[in-house]
C-alpha cells in the first residue's frame, strides 16, 4: 500500500499493518468516508529469489544520490541491488 498516493476522506488516516497484513484506518469520525487505496508492485532483486526486505511499519527505504545526501526511496524501482553491492538501507 502506498500510504502517501492512498487518501481518506474527513481527515481519516489510511495505514498498513504488517503484522496483521491488512488496511487500517484510523480517525474516522463519521459515516460513509470513502477512502482511495493506492496499491503498488514493489521492486524485487532476482538475486535474493523473492527474500525481499521487510521493512515492517516502522522503517523507511532510503537510498544516497551521487554526492551521498540521503534520500527515501521508491519503493516500486530499483533501491538496493546485491549483485553490484547496493544494499538495501532503511531508517526509522
Do not use: H, M
Amino acid at each position: 500500500l502506498n500510504t502517501e498516493k492512498s487518501k481518506c476522506e474527513n481527515g481519516s488516516i489510511v495505514s498498513w499493518n504488517q503484522e496483521r497484513w491488512s488496511v487500517e484506518i484510523k480517525t474516522i469520525s463519521t459515516t460513509k468516508t470513502k477512502c482511495y487505496l493506492y496499491f503498488e508492485e514493489l521492486y524485487e532483486d532476482k538475486i535474493l529469489n523473492g527474500a525481499v526486505p521487510d521493512l515492517g511499519n516502522e522503517l523507511v527505504a532510503i537510498t544516497f544520490n551521487e554526492t551521498g545526501q540521503v534520500i527515501k526511496a521508491n519503493l516500486a524501482s530499483a533501491w538496493y541491488d546485491y549483485s553490484k553491492q547496493e544494499w538495501a538501507n532503511a531508517v526509522i
